[in-house]
């Protein structure tokens, strides 16, 4: 089944309330999903106003669930809100050792080709500062030199 898929699963009887409000359309799908991973329907509204006129912090994206999943699904949201507002259960550290390997030799590779460039550049313009110095010294009269 697929998580944000909703087709189906409201009929005419269903009673459904909105059961929170979000300023962006990101976050209302990732709450939606989360429900949706408990078992309980709901689905998004208002999505192309929020994206067509962004109003900088409105809330007003709609999360819809049936009137009886709603103190099921509160708990749930109150729970995300927690977690979001602490950064409880938000653990980054599932990188293994090879990964960390990969990226290491990553940098490095740009790193050694970063001081290439320094080094090149920063002789050509001794190079050219030189050429400068003893053309002005008068030792270097013409245009066609080497140096």
């Keep these: 089944m697929d998580i944000l898929d909703y087709s ?15 300023a962006f359309e990101s976050q209302a799908h990732i709450y939606a999903a989360r429900l949706k991973e408990e078992g309980i329907p709901c689905f998004v509204s208002n999505t192309h106003v929020g994206t067509a006129l962004p109003l900088g912090g409105s809330a ?3 999360l819809h669930v049936k ?12 729970q995300m ?33 970063f001081w ?4 090149g550049i920063t002789f050509i313009t001794i190079l050219l500062i030189l050429r400068v ?15």
């Design 60 to 62: 007003n994206v709609a």
């Design 8 to 22: 189906g699963q409201f009929g005419q009887e269903d009673k459904v309330i909105i059961i929170k409000y979000f």
């Design 81 to 113: 809100d927690y977690q979001q507002r602490t950064g409880e259960g938000q653990d980054f550290r599932e990188a293994t050792l090879e990964d960390i390997e990969y990226e290491k030799s990553l940098g490095t590779r740009r790193d050694a080709k």
């Design 67 to 78: 009137t009886h999943d709603a103190e099921v699904a509160q708990v749930l949201l109150d």
């Design 133 to 147: 110095y003893l053309r002005a010294a008068g030792v270097v009269f013409s245009d066609w030199d080497l140096f």
């Design 116 to 119: 290439w460039w320094v080094v």
